[in-house]
T-cell receptor
Framework: DAGVIQSPRHEVTEMGQEVTLRCKPISGHDYLFWYRQTMMRGLELLIY????????DSGMPEDRFSAKMPNASFSTLKIQPSEPRDSAVYFC????????????FGPGTRLTVL | GDSVTQMEGPVTLSEEAFLTINCTYTATGYPSLFWYVQYPGEGLQLLLK?????DKGSNKGFEATYRKETTSFHLEKGSVQVSDSAVYFC???????????????FGKGTHLIIQP
């Protein structure tokens, strides 16, 4: 298995632009998580899905952030409009708890908003 | 709510030194505990885990024991190598395996630097 795949790996954009981050979980995993990592706040859970349904989005910072999971093999995290304080590394992780409680992380997307 | 507190770095050691990174937690239930490692420019990798009290997780010479009485999960290694230089995260999950899943609660991370 290729593991969790995220794209792009790096994104540089200007304030006010729309940004879309993508994630492909490990095949067969039924939970998908989005995390954000910053120096100030560390790793924070933004939202997670079970069987493509959002379960908890209480970590989404503002209405500018939205996430979707249209099918079991794809999820997006969108920021519109983006702001400099959104600059961070965004990680996606997946898990199938019936097998293990280990979350498998993707390599992350480093977002820079100028 | 749940929280994880770990010693902040950077922690700088010489090669072959003994390593301890402290981690304590607060949780409402009986969480599973994890140590993840992040190498520069990469995502997080699971280093070891423990799912119940007194369990010892171990991997690559690293060990951590789930201590319910002190709510701790300290990471140790007897002899560190330069290749161990990375950021280490302590984390917990309040859901047991087979009982669904929940997001991980992470500590702030400890940057470990091993000098030759």
């Amino acid at each position: 298995d290729a593991g969790v795949i995220q794209s792009p790996r790096h994104e540089v954009t200007e304030m006010g632009q729309e940004v879309t981050l993508r994630c492909k979980p490990i095949s067969g995993h039924d939970y998908l998580f989005w995390y954000r990592q910053t120096m100030m706040r560390g790793l924070e859970l933004l939202i997670y899905f079970n069987n493509n349904v959002p379960i908890d989005d209480s970590g989404m910072p503002e209405d500018r952030f939205s996430a979707k999971m249209p099918n079991a093999s794809f999820s997006t995290l969108k920021i519109q409009p983006s702001e400099p304080r959104d600059s961070a590394v965004y990680f996606c992780a997946s898990i199938t708890p019936e097998a293990s409680n280990e979350q498998f992380f993707g390599p992350g997307t480093r977002l820079t908003v100028l | 709510g749940d929280s994880v507190t770990q010693m902040e770095g950077p922690v700088t050691l010489s090669e072959e030194a003994f390593l301890t990174i402290n981690c304590t937690y607060t949780a409402t239930g009986y969480p599973s505990l994890f140590w993840y490692v992040q190498y520069p420019g990469e995502g997080l990798q699971l280093l070891l885990k423990a799912t119940k009290a007194d369990d010892k997780g171990s991997n690559k010479g690293f060990e951590a024991t789930y201590r319910k009485e002190t709510t701790s999960f300290h990471l140790e290694k007897g002899s560190v190598q330069v290749s161990d230089s990375a950021v280490y995260f302590c984390a917990l999950s309040d859901r047991a395996a087979g009982g669904g899943a929940d997001g991980l609660t992470f500590g702030k991370g400890t940057h470990l630097i091993i000098q030759p």
